[in-house]
């Protein structure tokens, strides 16, 4: 009797634990809302972008002053799950300008904010304020001990912020493209950073040296600065780990530093194009098989890809365009490129030739974006490439100006039903033209300059709603334009048939 009794005051007991336990939990875990010293450090922020001059009413509308509201939940900003500190800020074009026009870059637009606004975010690991035209920080910011990556990009940043920004110790990237930056670029304190991107902006190549001392760079992007001559690669010699390399549309003129470049054996993406690089492609290029991506266009290369490029069957983007190449291309070299998916070779270069028919081969590829225009395609045979008849992927073709014969080929848009662009102008293509069975998307469409027969499909407009350019001029049309035309919108007509 005494012994039940003592159970059930133990029963009883142990509710009581048990409900106050899971009070305490809920105290400790349940309100998962931001913490108050963050929060207020956003709507510090907040009233600083506002106190500029900015549209209140829009901007930043979810970040309100009511003690109630989780700063977790505000647009732009991600907290951990776990702790509920804020570890992300995505302030880029925080004032919401229209980015695309001319006006943004206005110097009225040019404005200057206080890094130490955010030194209350202790927690904070990525801050993104690329797209803000801002000229430079009022202060700086010790505590931002965390951030690993910080986007800067498309500001007014002058290089006078750089000595600043080695103080952020765990910084892993750092993005600084489209600013103001010239002179000299400080190693120290960016020895941590794995990714760097200063491209569009003023730097002379003298940087390269201090670039080189940062030996965890794995990607190093300095294209469109202004840098010329010959290209010190042996400047370059410690970044061991270095697997994407982007030094396009600058200056570079010389032949040989490519040789140098055979050395990173990890590169996966490597970026040459705009430049005025010479002399034919060397041979250890086909060394560096991690290659996905390869950007040799617009250079002055010569000589002969063909066995180059048929090494590196990693490759996704291969761009060609613009060179002096010489000599016949076989495409059959690619046959087992099965990753490719890009491939540009525009050239205009008349010692070219590029043949798809012999040797026979099957494409392991689906491509989605092909250039050959102007490039001496099939000169004996003039026939259409048949690897294309394997392809349902593309979303860009170009083949104008290869005096390509034969029946047109309406299948190219009934196979690829993602197709956007399709230029097949300047040919010799005969025969009447065969609109898909289903509307298609198809955006811009020329085959000016052919020999196409027949009359237009009275559904034209009905198939090809998205239409914005199209040009037809130079065959053999008959008959009217189809009234089914005037379903697209926004239309732009070379169109007489
Ligand atoms: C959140 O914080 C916990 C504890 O510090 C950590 O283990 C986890 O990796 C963090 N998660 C993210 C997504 O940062
Ligand atoms: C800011 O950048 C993020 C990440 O790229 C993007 O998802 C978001 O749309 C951008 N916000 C604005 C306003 O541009
Ligand atoms: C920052 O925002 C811009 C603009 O939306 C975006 O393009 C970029 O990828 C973002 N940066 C990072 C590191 O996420
Ligand atoms: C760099 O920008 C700062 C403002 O952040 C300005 O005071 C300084 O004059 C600029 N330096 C140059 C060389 O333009
Ligand atoms: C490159 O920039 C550095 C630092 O601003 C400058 O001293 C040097 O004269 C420049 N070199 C050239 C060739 O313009
Ligand atoms: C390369 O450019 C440098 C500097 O612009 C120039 O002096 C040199 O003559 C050029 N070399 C070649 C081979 O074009
Ligand atoms: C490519 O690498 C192999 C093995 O590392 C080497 O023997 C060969 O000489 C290299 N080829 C070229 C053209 O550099
Ligand atoms: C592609 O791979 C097949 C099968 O492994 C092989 O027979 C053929 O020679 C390869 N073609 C090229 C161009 O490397
Ligand atoms: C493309 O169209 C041609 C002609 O109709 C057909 O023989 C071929 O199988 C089609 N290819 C694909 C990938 O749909
Ligand atoms: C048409 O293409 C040929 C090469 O096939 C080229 O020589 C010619 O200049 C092109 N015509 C026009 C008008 O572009
Ligand atoms: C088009 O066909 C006509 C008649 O068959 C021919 O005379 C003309 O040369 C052809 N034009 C082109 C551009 O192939
Ligand atoms: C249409 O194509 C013809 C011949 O290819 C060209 O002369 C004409 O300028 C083009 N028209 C438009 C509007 O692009």
């Not at 991600?78 to 300008?97: A, D, G, W």
């Not at 005025?276 to 390869?294: A, D, K, M, R, W």
């Not at 046959?335 to 490719?340: F, I, M, T």
């Amino acid at each position: 009797m005494g012994a039940s009794h003592f159970q059930m005051e133990l029963a009883n007991l142990a509710k009581c634990l048990l409900l106050g336990f899971m009070i305490l939990w809920i105290q400790i875990h349940g309100n998962k809302g931001c913490f108050e010293a963050e929060r207020s450090a956003l709507l510090n922020f907040k009233k600083f972008v506002v106190s500029d001059g900015a549209d209140v009413d829009h901007l930043l509308s979810s970040w309100v002053d009511d003690s109630m509201s989780d700063c977790c939940k505000w647009e732009r900003v991600t907290c951990n799950s776990t702790t509920s500190h804020v570890i992300e800020l995505f302030l880029n074009n925080t004032r919401q300008h229209d980015i695309d026009s001319e006006s943004f870059y206005d110097d009225e637009n040019i404005w200057f904010i206080k890094l130490s606004m955010f030194q209350q975010l202790k927690e904070l690991r990525n801050l993104n304020l690329s797209y803000n035209v801002i000229g430079g920080f009022i202060d700086y910011d010790e505590e931002l001990k965390k951030l690993e990556t910080l986007d800067l990009s498309y500001n007014h940043f002058n290089d006078s912020i750089l000595p600043s920004l080695g103080a952020l110790t765990s910084l892993k990237s750092l993005i600084l493209s489209w600013n103001w930056m010239e002179g000299s670029f400080p190693s120290k304190g960016f020895e941590r950073l794995e990714d760097l991107d200063i491209s569009s902006n003023w730097f002379n190549k003298s940087i390269l040296s201090s670039l080189g001392a940062l030996t965890s760079l794995r990607t190093l992007k300095i294209g469109w600065n202004n840098m010329e001559g010959s290209f010190p690669i042996q400047e370059l010699n410690n970044l061991k780990n270095l697997e994407m390399l982007d030094i396009s549309y600058n200056r570079f003129n010389d032949s040989f530093s490519f040789e140098g470049l055979c050395k990173f054996k990890s590169l996966v993406e490597l970026g040459l194009g705009g430049n005025q690089f010479s002399g034919p492609l060397p041979e250890c290029i086909g060394n560096l098989t991690n290659l996905q991506v390869l950007d040799l266009s617009f250079n002055q290369l010569s000589g002969n890809f063909q066995s180059v490029v048929s090494k590196l069957t990693s490759l996704k983007y291969l761009l060609l365009s613009g060179n002096e190449f010489e000599g016949l291309f076989s495409f059959s070299a690619l046959a087992n490129h099965s990753k490719l998916e890009l491939f540009l070779l525009s050239s205009g270069s008349r010692r070219l030739e590029l043949e798809t028919e012999h040797p026979t081969w099957f494409p392991t590829f689906q491509l989605k974006s092909i250039a050959l225009s102007n490039c001496n395609l099939n000169v004996r045979t003039r026939a259409i490439p048949s690897f294309l008849l394997y392809q349902n992927d593309i979303r860009f073709i170009d083949l104008s100006h290869n005096m390509l014969f034969g029946m047109f080929p309406s299948w190219i848009l009934r196979n690829n039903s993602k197709l956007q662009v399709m230029n097949l102008m300047n040919n010799s293509f005969t025969g009447t033209f065969h609109l898909p069975n289903y509307k298609h998307d198809l955006h811009m469409f020329d085959i000016s300059s052919n020999n196409i027969t027949g009359v237009l499909p009275k559904e034209f407009g009905l198939v090809l709603s998205n239409l914005l350019r199209i040009n037809m001029s130079r065959n053999n049309f008959n008959g009217n334009v189809p009234s089914s035309i005037s379903e697209i919108q926004e239309l732009y007509i070379g169109f007489i048939p």
